[in-house]
């Protein structure tokens, strides 16, 4: 459902993505934007402004509620993070809330991971045996905080102190990443954080 992937879709930010043969990143992800009616009118000429392609049969309403639910209330912890580390640079509690509290260009993102072996596979065939270990390279975010479940599944490693390392899977917790937009806008005193995802050997969601 993006133009990326289908010349005839409008879409270039929202929708979904899905498993594409030989790619690195081996994962299907349907990004959402903004609950359309909690955009103000005066911002959908703006080009990265766009609605979410969700079906639109009454059937499948309980999905867009459902999306709708945990975007508001990650959208509601995002902001509280953020109040917290602003107060940790030494501006004020609600400093980044004109950035962020409306209008928001907050991504909500599922994604579906498969191992490479599975029959329902991408080919992986001309990836060497480095990206075979992986269904998602290492990378920063480009945003600027990105709030993580992995629904109890291990696999994500973070770089620390230049070796990546697993990051256990805890009940309750989300992981927070800071991203490149962040890092660039404290002048580098907040680093942006570098991860990638194992290949499990088994389906895996975040």
């Not at 270039?12 to 299907?28: C, I, M, Q, T, W």
């Not at 945990?70 to 950035?99: C, I, M, P, Q, T």
């Not at 990051?167 to 990638?196: D, S, W």
Request: with cysteine.
């Amino acid at each position: 459902l993006m133009k990326h992937h289908n010349s005839e879709n409008p879409n270039v930010y929202r929708g979904l993505a899905p498993f594409l043969d030989n790619d690195p990143s081996h994962k299907e992800l349907f990004d959402m934007g903004l609950p359309w009616d909690m955009v103000s009118e005066d911002h959908h000429k703006y080009k990265l402004v766009e609605k979410t392609p969700f079906p639109e049969e009454q059937e499948y309403r309980w999905i867009v509620d459902g999306y709708e639910k945990f975007y508001n209330l990650f959208h509601r912890l995002s902001l509280k993070l953020l109040n917290y580390l602003a107060v940790g640079l030494g501006k004020e509690k609600g400093f980044f809330d004109a950035w962020f509290e409306y209008n928001s260009l907050c991504t909500f993102r599922s994604i579906y991971y498969l191992p490479r072996e599975h029959q329902n596979a991408a080919k992986s065939d001309k990836l060497d045996s480095e990206n075979l270990k992986l269904t998602t390279p290492e990378h920063a975010d480009s945003g600027f905080l990105t709030l993580l479940t992995t629904f109890g599944y291990p696999g994500l490693q973070v770089e620390i102190d230049g070796e990546y390392k697993s990051i256990k899977p805890k009940a309750g917790c989300l992981v927070v990443n800071l991203g490149e937009t962040f890092q660039r806008i404290t002048n580098y005193k907040m680093k942006a954080t570098m991860h990638r995802v194992l290949d499990i050997g088994e389906p895996r969601y975040s």
